[in-house]
């Protein structure tokens, strides 16, 4: 493969990865710090790009060279941080989720399939006592960090300013149509950990345990009547003042793992939960149109229960209701 082809490669992939509305010429010319003249004749090919270009180029847009080089191998190119306990903040970990649901935002068809085996992320923020305990949650027992060892669980030693930041990562995914693939695990996993807390005195008090309880009570319900229209809106708003579609499945067998695909005006991108916390990205042609494939398969085994099928909608929000019920009976409150 020439130069040339190589370069008109990138150009096409960073091309793939704009918004509609941004112009590549420009874009190109501000990243490199040319002129839109000198940007056009690079993207026509009139003129090669220095090896310092194309890295800074790779870099800036997160793909490598070595997958323009060499397009059909058995590698795959993931980008991410691990996190690291002594190095971690909460508020940046948020502000990164919420810089990439508001760059899909700007694609004009946005899809995003969510494979659930937890409450997904961006639910946890529909009410600041489900936020604060995932926090403390990830914090002490995935972390173990130092801070939270001997600390007790209470919803008001909650930052404002992560709630806020996860507030506006919610906004953006409710004005996506997103596919969400549910189980019963993927509730059940939050009641272990409250029962957990529970059982080890994490609580200040068995009201602090009710008033999670109730939060998740409420996004349960808040979660049906967006199934029901098939739309999503504000857990305190107006249905008739729909934001992004809303499809809904639920799987019986397969246990989910927390991944997500992205599909932005055809390109996709996939994101993988690693170690409960690490979010790892990757636009691999290949890797992402498999993803897709086994997607379509387990929507194909699941049942559609997003506006249709409301008894099998009825039962399953019926099965997450009884059992949030039955522990909130189980506090002396």
Known sequence: MSILNIQERMFSEIKSRLPAQV????????ALGVSTDSAYRRIRGEKVLSLEEGYSLCHRYGFSMDNLVNPVSNSYIFTGNFVKTESFSYKEFLNNIYQQVKYMTGFENRELIYLAKDIPLFHHFHTRELAAFKHYFWM??????????????????????FYETGKKALDCYNNLHTIEIWNIESINSTIRQVEYYHDTNVFTSEEE??????????????????????????????????????EMYFNEIVILENSLLAILNGSKIAFLVHNVINILSTRDVAFCDNMYSYIQNLMKKSTLISTVSERERTRFFKYLRQKIANRKQSLKV
Do not use: M, W
């Not at 112009?23 to 501000?30: D, K, M, P, R, Y």
């Open 209 to 246: 345990i009710y008033h999670v309880y109730e939060a998740v009570g409420k996004l349960i319900d808040h979660l049906e009547r967006q199934a029901t229209n098939g739309y999503k809106f504000a857990l305190d708003g107006d249905p008739v003042q729909p934001l992004g579609r809303y």
């Open 140 to 161: 002490r027992n995935i972390l173990h960090h130092p801070d939270f060892a001997s600390k007790k669980f209470r919803v008001d030693d909650f930052p404002g300013d």
């Open 23 to 30: 112009s590549l010429v420009e874009e190109i010319a501000a």
